[in-house]
């Protein structure tokens, strides 16, 4: 994971970011009860305190301990406890045991956070002849602090969602309503477009290089796919009807039950939904939210459609402005009426794999992205628990196409007819 060499950001505007991003995962956690902070609830989630810990490591590992002659962490052995998959940074705990570390406790990691921040403003405040690559450093970890930010809201969901007494993480509130809005389709020009990020501003290695692609004319859904929609979908069997499906995600939705999406109940006849704001009946003009790959490619063959291409989703996002449901809304569910962005991740057809003439960086930060490039599907557009920060056209973020427990969405697309 890397900044576009062409992006020099400016150190005094780091220092706010580093402590605007330091402060949100302190809010998100600041509900939190200790025993809350240690839930891992499978071996794809990760425990709050488990977040915490590992993104104030990231800014240790690759920060002061190559740039601060004579640096000293409060405990050796954090590294192997709160290193993730950087083989290159050296061993690690196994990730489906993350759970089970009790000590450190929360009052050490809080701690371990604030002294790994006193290091990193005393670090940017030094006038120093690598300033530039310090600001870029910096920046690079507190995008890797938003994106733990997405998952420590998830992660905290799934966990939850196995208590029987349903606890809320933030108060019920109202549910928002909404009319329908009716489905329709926009159509796009077709021919060699330019996607991929242009080297302003921050991305990741992934987004780049800036490349040349053949976009065969097509139409896209003018919003993502709602609850009433998917309603639909389950009442017309769905669930049940095998040639809808790919070979996988029929072997995927029989093995492991699925009959709606994540979260989802009937009770009283009426279908229910289990959300950070508790258990609340489902909203049907919301976005469907909580679907694999395999459900989202099933209900497009259903709807006589199928899912965009990234290129397609890009080429349309670009003149569209960033607004929308975001981590900073507080919501932490999609909201009706939703548009081009935020509340859901949408799918695309897309496989995750290098742009043309990708190169990952050298050393162990190198390894964030490129290592991933396989069997994983490409998703646009941020949810509502991701940071509005982290949004741009070009932003890929990817998935198995069996996992669900993230805000995981869809918008319909056509061929140009």
């Known amino acids: 994971m890397r900044q576009q ?13 580093f402590d605007r991003v330091r402060t949100q995962t302190r809010k998100l956690t600041a509900p939190l009860l200790p025993e809350d902070m240690m839930l891992q609830s499978m071996e794809d989630a990760s425990p709050a305190k488990w977040h915490l810990a590992h993104t104030t490591w990231f800014f240790e590992e690759f920060i002061l301990k190559p740039r601060v002659g004579g640096y000293a962490s409060p405990d050796d052995r954090f590294a192997f ?13 196994a990730r489906d045991k993350r759970g089970l570390v009790s000590r450190p406790g929360v009052d050490d990691v809080h701690a371990y956070r604030s002294f790994v921040e006193d290091a990193i403003r005393d670090l940017m405040n030094e006038d120093r002849d690598d300033a530039d690559e310090i600001a870029a450093l910096v920046e690079l970890g507190c995008h890797h602090e938003m994106q733990h930010q997405e998952l420590l809201v998830t992660d905290l969901l799934h966990g939850f969602s196995f208590n029987p007494l349903m606890p809320a993480y933030r108060d019920p509130g109202p549910v928002a309503v909404a009319r329908e809005i009716p489905l329709a389709f926009t159509s796009h020009d077709g021919g060699v477009s330019e996607i991929g990020h242009a080297g302003e501003g921050f991305s990741y290695d992934c987004e780049g290089p800036r490349h040349q692609v053949f976009v065969a004319p097509y139409r896209l859904a003018n919003r993502p796919v709602t609850n009433r929609d998917w309603i639909e979908f389950i009442d017309d069997g769905g669930y049940d ?56 490619d099933a209900f497009a063959r259903w709807a006589e459609a199928r899912l965009p291409t990234e290129a397609e989703w890009e080429v349309a996002a670009r003149d569209t402005p960033i607004d929308g449901n975001f981590l900073e809304s507080d919501v932490f569910r999609p909201l009706p009426g939703g548009g081009f962005w935020g509340d859901v991740w949408e799918w695309t057809q897309s496989p995750f794999t290098p742009y043309p003439g990708f190169r990952p960086p050298e050393g162990a930060i190198g390894e964030y992205n490129g290592k991933f490039m396989i069997n994983q599907l490409v998703l646009r557009g941020g949810s509502c628990a991701t940071p509005r920060a982290q949004m741009r056209p070009t932003y890929r973020t990817f998935f198995y196409p069996h996992q669900r427990w993230q805000m995981l969405g869809l918008r319909l697309a056509k061929d140009a007819s």
């Open 5 to 17: 060499a062409s992006h020099r950001p400016d150190i005094s505007q780091t220092g706010v970011l």
């Open 81 to 93: 406890l709160f290193n993730s998959y950087y083989v290159q940074a050296g061993p690690r705990h």
């Open 241 to 296: 009807t095998a040639p809808l499906w790919l070979m996988d995600g029929w072997a995927a939705r029989q093995r492991e039950g699925w009959e709606a999406p994540l979260y989802w109940w009937r009770q009283d006849d009426a279908w229910w939904t289990y959300t950070l704001r508790g258990p609340q009946p489902v909203n049907p003009d919301a976005p469907v939210v909580h679907v694999s790959y395999y459900e989202a």
